[in-house]
């Protein structure tokens, strides 16, 4: 119980603080934790990194050049996914589809490695009840289910019933070319 | 083996994090950004040191307790002042408006369009209804909001007078 150790500890946690938090704000939205399973993953390693400066057991040169490679890493890793030439395929993966048509897609679930059960619980969450509601349900690259519905299952919309927002509806789908992803989005 | 050590030390470290967190407030740890998950995880790593005694009893509450005082002040801080809250948190960026990408908003964060549409998706809207977005913002947490154009909302109750009237009800 050595006071000085203790100020020192007091005084890393500080500044350990500072560097999480400006390496997490350089990292930008698309950051650590927030969009793919490795983002997850590279949270967890700057975590583990970081406890063992607050207590001293690695330098804060040593801790901080960890990080600062660490972020680098994730950093070109989100312009090499940004450049759309492929490598975000390779880098991030691309969505898995396990529902087409109101049919299960078994070789798509078995890519995935779930089984119906685990399809099925994912509609659930997402107020699915019957298969037939579902056009189109994917393994996101985040690992999250995102659900297309049937038109028929979709809520309904002003445009379905009120003749002026109709109207509005026809001059924007006139109006632009805009309104779809790019192909292979 | 000092096993009733290792037991001792694992409820005082619960306890510590159990009260430093009530004592900072809900909000503290979990508003849901980066940072605060990362914090979250740093915390939690800090408590294997102490199990196994590599740190004491003090080093560990000097350090998770700081961390967490940090935190707490750069909170309120964030809470009165916009400009710190900026600082800390980032802004919401809108990717999308009237169904169209926004690239150079997007490309400041690396996001492409396959990005954008995963988003969307995820919020029910499929590739080729991108028309229907009025906004999409991808919030300080990452996670996206979607606003859709006036005429692709859904009907609000508010609207079930007319349309009853409509139908002649």
Sequence with gaps: MDPHELVMTALRAVGVYVLMLAVIRALGKRTVGNFTAFDLLVALMLGEVVDEIVYGDVGMAQGVVAIAVIAAAQYSNSWLSYWDHGMDRVLEGKPTAIVRDGALQTDGLRQERMNPKDALAELRLQGVEDLGEVRLAQVEVDGQVSVIRQDWASPVQKADVFDEAARERDRARAGGAQGTAPAGA | ?169
């Design chain 2, 1 to 169: 083996m000092e096993l009733h050590r290792i037991a001792v030390r694992a409820a005082f470290a619960y306890v510590v994090l159990l009260a430093l967190l009530r004592a900072s407030g809900k909000r503290t740890v979990a508003q849901g950004t980066a940072f605060d998950f990362v914090l979250a995880l740093v915390l939690g790593d800090m408590v294997d040191d102490l199990l196994w005694a590599e740190v004491s009893a003090a080093r560990f509450t000097v350090g998770v307790g700081v961390l967490t005082l940090a935190h707490t002040l750069v909170s309120a801080a964030a809470g009165w002042s916009e400009r710190v809250d900026r600082l800390v948190s980032g802004t919401p960026l809108a990717a999308v408006a009237h169904g169209a990408p926004r690239a150079a908003a997007l490309r400041a964060e690396r996001m492409n369009r396959h990005e954008v549409a995963r988003m969307l998706r995820q919020e029910g809207v499929a590739d080729e209804d991108w028309r229907d977005v009025r906004e999409m913002c991808v919030e300080v947490s990452g996670r996206a909001s979607v606003r859709r154009e006036p005429w692709a909302e859904t009907p609000r109750r508010e609207e079930a007078p007319r349309l009853r009237r409509r139908w002649g009800r």
